[in-house]
T-cell receptor
Framework: DQQVKQNSPSLSVQEGRISILNCDYT??????FLWYKKYPAEGPTFLIS?????DKNEDGRFTVFLNKSAKHLSLHIVPSQPGDSAVYFC????????????????FGPGTSLSVIP | EPEVTQTPSHQVTQMGQEVILRCVPI?????FYWYRQILGQKVEFLVS????????KSEIFDDQFSVERPDGSNFTLKIRSTKLEDSAMYFC?????????????FGPGTRLTVL
């Protein structure tokens, strides 16, 4: 039951260039989307989120784009830095404020990003 | 910056033994969660907890699992009789819970090894 998909298991990018990580989802009830970064043997670290009422959210070098009609979101990192090398998880949840709440976060399988100096 | 903490960082136990994993969520958060990640697999939801009761649980969260918030700060996950397949990283998460504060923040995890 793959409700959140990340079809690229890995991605290599040159330092200073743009990293684009993609994510697709199938459940139209999701209304909140998150990106987490994870290093081995550590917990997921929250990076950036977007509500379904928006199509773009930006925080420093990180921008998340949401295309609801395509059920697709992407994370752009620009410029990429070697410290960005980690596994990036796309995640989804919601709706938060209704009786039928998908309170849990559903994670994708992750994309391992390597930024080459 | 406030963070979720978990203890121990690594727990080794014999099959059939009980384990308790401990978490201290962010202090003003209202919703609490446990997730796990078996090596090489996805992070999976186990249970959510709000207002001193379970609000949702996955099919993984069977009768061997229980959660408790024994005081105002700790949130625990108990596995009564561990199985080999319970070996995984267990992550606690918490969320403030009001509109616009939907992000779940995760702890560093407890690595559970069942021998």
């Amino acid at each position: 039951d793959q409700q959140v998909k990340q079809n690229s298991p890995s991605l290599s990018v040159q330092e200073g260039r743009i990293s684009i990580l993609n994510c697709d989802y199938t459940n139209s009830m999701f209304d909140y989307f998150l990106w987490y970064k994870k290093y081995p043997a550590e917990g997921p670290t929250f990076l950036i989120s977007i509500s379904s009422i928006k199509d773009k959210n930006e925080d420093g070098r990180f921008t998340v784009f949401l295309n609801k009609s395509a059920k697709h979101l992407s994370l752009h990192i620009v410029p990429s830095q070697p410290g960005d090398s980690a596994v990036y998880f796309c995640a989804a949840s919601g709706p938060m404020h209704s009786k039928t709440s998908y309170d849990k976060v559903i994670f994708g399988p992750g994309t391992s990003l390597s930024v080459i100096p | 910056e406030p963070e979720v903490t978990q203890t121990p960082s690594h727990q080794v136990t014999q099959m059939g033994q009980e384990v308790i994993l401990r978490c201290v969520p962010i202090s003003n958060h209202l919703y609490f969660y446990w997730y796990r990640q078996i090596l090489g697999q996805k992070v999976e939801f186990l249970v959510s907890f709000y207002n001193n009761e379970i609000s949702e649980k996955s099919e993984i969260f069977d009768d061997q699992f229980s959660v408790e918030r024994p005081d105002g700060s700790n949130f625990t996950l108990k596995i009564r009789s561990t199985k080999l397949e319970d070996s995984a990283m267990y992550f606690c998460a918490s969320r403030f819970g009001l509109a616009g504060t939907d992000t779940q923040y995760f702890g560093p995890g407890t690595r559970l090894t069942v021998l």
